[in-house]
């Protein structure tokens, strides 16, 4: 009866330490399933992918990937909120404070940054800005706020410069726009070039050059922005 209640006390334990590894397991699944889909999604493009086409890189049943995803549709829309929350925390609106890091290093940071990630992810990059448009309607709803969201990002950024004299004047959100229809396009020609994610500290200078020739008034070697006049 002893060894009985100790093997059912093993038992017990042993189902214990499975819980995990099962729960594992099915993120590790999931995981494997997205980036098949994202490198499907990346080669075919969206609307010419289809689930088979996801299993068969994927390895699974095509049960298995319900297991997981309701359609097509939900593991696009999952790819793409990942990489909006990756790239929206990759961007950090400009600090003015007296204290704060030079603004020159803050901007070329966010460029740095931007491209970096995106070259790190070109399969990523190459589905936000040539696939996840027309999707359906709630899909394009998403993509234009994650778009609004960034532009009122440096919009802010850029109307607090003007205060300080570190931004030409004008309308900040028409450079804001400016400036990001600029990086997607030179973004979207590095992907689709095969540029390596080392070629990110050059067009980091490029792109920052470019601005400072145009709206922002400062400087690699500027230590801080003029005080408010």
């Known amino acids: 009866m002893a060894r009985a209640r100790e093997a059912g006390r093993g038992g017990s ?14 993120a590790e699944r999931r995981s494997t399933i997205l980036a098949a889909a994202r490198d499907v999604f990346a080669k075919r493009g969206y609307h010419q992918a289809t689930i088979d086409d996801i299993v068969a890189e994927t390895g699974v049943a095509r049960g298995t990937f319900y297991l ?8 696009f829309s999952d790819l793409m909120d990942r990489f909006f929350t990756t790239l929206t925390m ?19 940071a966010n460029i740095r940054a931007i491209i970096g990630m995106c070259l790190a992810d070109r399969a990523m990059t190459k589905i936000l800005l040539s696939d996840a448009q027309g999707v359906d309607p709630a899909f394009d709803r998403k993509l234009a706020t994650f778009y609004d969201a960034v532009v009122q990002l440096l919009t802010d950024s850029l109307r607090d410069g003007q205060k300080l004299g570190i931004v030409a004047d004008g309308e900040p959100r028409v450079m ?9 396009e030179l973004l979207y020609q590095a992907v689709t070039l095969g540029l390596a994610e080392e070629s990110a500290d050059v067009l980091t200078q490029q792109v920052f050059e470019f601005v400072s020739q145009g709206y922002l008034r400062v ?3 500027e230590a801080r922005p003029k005080k408010a006049r």
């Open 13 to 26: 334990a042993s189902r214990g330490r499975k819980a995990p590894r099962s729960a594992q397991s099915k």
């Open 68 to 75: 997981y995803f309701e359609d097509k549709r939900a593991v």
């Open 90 to 108: 990759a961007i950090n609106r400009i600090d003015i404070a007296p204290s704060a890091t030079p603004v020159a290093d803050q901007a070329r």
């Open 176 to 184: 804001a726009y400016l400036t990001i229809g600029a990086l997607k």
């Open 219 to 221: 400087h690699p070697r």
